[in-house]
């Protein structure tokens, strides 16, 4: 549980487990604009993708999809990455994620001049605003319930319900969503989005192709195979949009799995890091592919989620300190800033640091561990953090997110996801469906 007063009850913590977190003596840093290839943004805060399973039915931004980012509007932020948006039907992760087809194009138009719009009014600036491109692979759930589409089967994940092998998209298929993929850039840039990410993160279906080392055919075994979703995905990306539009990606660079289940692992066995595919391919997406600004992160949501997001909170023991946690994804993502200093790099898991995040996020870009701070559920819970940051303002412990994990849990109840701490629709609603559930 987090219980420290200040940063150096922080540093002292973590020196006693052996690992460290940096630290700058002033937010200054952050507040400082950026030149990402065609994007400037105002300054180096972003708020990451988080979905909140509340577009309309066709895949549109609903009611509570424009009230999200209204408020990510409102903060102040000078990049707003926007949620998972499935690129096919049947890749969507739950039947109410958005959806980005010829159909929707202008309902996604209409909020991201929303966004522009309420920023200008309260911040002075546009923020600049990415679409992030998936297809949800074995978390797909386009009817409420699971319809797995896999890289390749994985006891790991399947411990007591084996996906039948007939459930492996073809390499046919991942021709076509290779495709699908430049058609959503063609979309997300008509919808007046900035920039498009080639999602390969967090075990869904791009990622999960990255440790296919046993997958026969053209997208397994070697790292070439490996990677071509994405890399394939990129250029696709690239060839079907026009002028300045940035394609990127947020990619797992570490997944927490031992080899061969785990992309930037140790093949020697074992759940240490080995960064030397991920950096390959940074290298790759970077110099060969002009890539100006990627999103790292690590772990997965549902079968290492202390890794992925370090919380007070897991649905089982919780196996380390989560400040452990914190200082893995800094150190990830620093092995790779040091390799390609001039690419913007995006860090993530910074909230768990609550009011003291901001001034771990500043020390982490003087130090050059990454280039621009990504919050998370910070956003949730506490939408104007950025105002706060930005104004050299502490951020309120009251308001911040304290990692109790109940936003996940929405989601995996099937329901809207939101901070049911700190904002009051998602209190109630959280009473609502637990009390149903008990009753
Ligand atoms: C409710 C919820 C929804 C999320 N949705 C997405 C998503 O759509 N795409 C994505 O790449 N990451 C998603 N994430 C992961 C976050 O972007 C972020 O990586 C994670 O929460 C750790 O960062 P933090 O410590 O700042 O929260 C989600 C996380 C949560 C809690």
Same mark, same amino acid.
């Not at 604009?33 to 577009?55: F, K, T």
């Not at 394609?247 to 997944?255: A, E, F, G, K, M």
């Not at 919780?318 to 800094?330: F, I, N, S, W």
């Not at 990504?374 to 309120?396: N, V």
């Given at each position: ?12 913590? !973590? ?14 840093? @952050?507040?400082?604009? !950026?030149?990402?290839? $065609? ?26 999809? @424009? ?51 309420? $920023? ?84 869904? @279906? ?23 979703? %994405? =890399? ?17 990606? =947020? ?37 060969? %592919? ?33 400040? !452990? ?27 768990? @640091? ?43 412990? =009251? ?20 901070? !049911? ?19």
């Amino acid at each position: 549980m987090f219980r420290c007063k200040s940063v150096e009850e922080i540093q002292s913590t !973590v020196e006693k487990e052996g690992v460290s977190l940096p630290f700058a003596q002033t937010t200054k840093v @952050l507040t400082e604009s !950026v030149q990402a290839g $065609s994007l400037h943004l105002n300054n180096r805060i972003a708020i990451q993708p988080m979905e909140g399973c509340d577009g309309t039915p066709d895949g549109k931004p609903d009611e509570l999809t @424009l009230r999200r980012y209204d408020r990510f509007a409102a903060s102040g932020a000078g990049l707003i990455w926007e949620e998972a948006t499935a690129v096919c039907e049947e890749g969507r992760a739950n039947p109410r994620q958005l959806w980005i087809c010829p159909e929707n194009v202008d309902a996604f138009k209409a909020m991201n001049e929303r966004i522009r719009e309420i $920023s200008m009014k309260e911040n002075g600036f546009a923020p600049k605003i990415i679409m992030q491109a998936t297809h949800s692979g074995r978390y797909s759930k386009p009817h409420g319930k699971p319809e797995p589409i896999i890289a390749y089967q994985n006891p790991l994940f399947e411990k007591d319900s084996p996906i039948p092998a007939e459930n492996i998209i073809t390499d046919e298929a991942l021709d076509r969503l290779t495709e699908q993929l430049g058609q959503a850039a063609k979309l997300a840039q008509q919808a007046g989005f900035d920039g498009v990410d080639i999602k390969a993160c967090h075990r869904y @279906l791009d990622s999960e192709l990255l440790s296919a080392y046993e997958r026969p055919g053209r997208y397994g075994g070697s790292f070439e195979n490996r990677t071509r979703l %994405l =890399r394939e995905g990129v250029q696709n990306a690239k060839a079907n949009i026009t002028g300045d539009f940035a394609v990127t990606s =947020r990619l797992n660079i570490y997944d927490g799995f031992p080899y061969p289940y785990g992309f930037g692992v140790s093949p020697n066995g074992g759940l240490n890091p080995d960064l030397s595919e991920p950096l390959r391919l940074v290298g790759i997406l970077h110099e060969e %592919l002009g890539m100006d600004l990627i999103d790292l992160t690590i772990g997965n949501p549902y079968v290492n989620p202390h890794v992925n997001r370090p919380a007070d909170w897991q649905p089982y023991d919780l196996p380390e300190e989560p400040l !452990v946690g914190v200082a893995r994804m800094l150190d990830c993502i620093h092995t790779i800033q040091k390799a390609y200093p001039k690419l913007n790099i995006i860090g993530s898991g910074l909230t768990y @640091l609550r009011q003291f995040a901001p001034l771990m996020a500043a020390g982490a870009i003087e130090q050059g561990y990454f280039t621009i701070a990504g919050f998370g559920r910070m956003s949730f819970a506490y939408p104007q953090f950025a105002k706060e940051i930005l104004a050299g303002r502490e951020l309120d412990s =009251r308001q911040c997110c304290i990692a109790c994990g109940k936003c996940t849990q929405l989601m995996r109840m099937g329901s809207t996801a939101g901070c !049911v701490v700190r904002d009051k629709l998602y209190t109630d609603l959280y009473r609502s469906l637990t009390a149903k559930k008990e009753g």
